[in-house]
């Protein structure tokens, strides 16, 4: 198909925000262009893991926990909207790129209705592919390129890693040691739910013995400081833990 390129080189190289490699699951039935979708992505660096159908999808993202997904609207077991709905039942904030062979408007709608992030129509260039997942990875606060050097940024927050300085609109944010540890993990992993147990583990390095409301102190302490006068950005997942998700949409 001529539709379909290689890969365009020199684009600098994305990776999640800890430096390991971005996590992508293609969801396709056509094994030729399923082929050539994880080449393009996996040139990019990325590890990607391919599923025919629905219910395979389904359990790979359980295995893999993919930080994006290119999902095929019309599959042989259900359709892609389904498939959303189970992957968002887990894993709610990972980024989908909607592939689909229809152009009218109410399908893109019901795309982006559904939770995709965006969409591209059949045919498509792996380049389009390829630029519009970068985007939402990025626009996500998911991953970032070396060349960002140690600087973290989630919406409008930002931290620098070697000044140990923390701005959120460009105001400086004053922290504890400990609290600048707290919300580096917490920027390390935008979008994904941490528990008390995580977060004790790697901010504090051992385990409290039960005293796991340090954690909810410290929350506290970064809110006061952080969400002040702002569009909150931690947010209390019930039983579950917490979450840093950008406020900037």
Not at 135 to 152: E, S, T
Not at 200 to 222: K, M, N, P
Request: glycine share 8%.
């Amino acid at each position: 198909m001529d539709t379909f390129r290689p890969s365009p080189a020199g684009l600098p190289a994305l990776t999640r925000l800890d430096g390991t490699p971005v996590r992508v699951l293609v969801v396709d039935d056509d094994p030729d262009l399923a082929e050539v979708l994880c080449g393009a992505l996996r040139y990019q660096g990325w590890e990607v893991r391919a599923a025919g159908d629905g219910a395979s999808a389904i359990a790979a993202a359980r295995e893999v926990r993919p930080d994006a997904v290119v999902l095929d609207v019309m599959l042989p077991d259900t359709d892609g909207f389904a498939v959303l709905r189970e992957l968002h039942a887990t894993q709610p904030d990972v980024c989908v790129l909607f592939l689909t062979a229809r152009d009218a408007v109410e399908d893109r709608v019901a795309g982006i209705t559904a939770g995709g992030d965006d969409y591209v129509t059949k045919p498509f260039s792996l380049e389009e592919v390829v630029a519009r997942m970068r985007g939402l990875l990025r626009r996500a606060g998911m991953a970032r390129q070396p060349a960002d050097g140690p600087r973290l940024t989630v919406g409008d927050l930002v931290m620098d890693e070697d000044a140990r300085e923390v701005t959120r609109a460009g105001e400086l944010i004053e922290l504890s040691p400990t609290e600048f540890e707290l919300l580096r993990f917490l920027m390390q992993n935008p979008r994904r739910v941490l528990s008390k147990a995580q977060i004790l583990d790697r901010v504090w390095s051992y385990d409290f013995g039960g005293q796991a409301h340090v954690v909810e102190l410290y929350i506290s302490y970064l809110r006061k400081k952080v969400d002040a006068g702002r569009e909150p950005m931690i947010h209390t997942v019930r039983g579950a833990g917490y979450v840093l998700k950008s406020a900037v949409r």
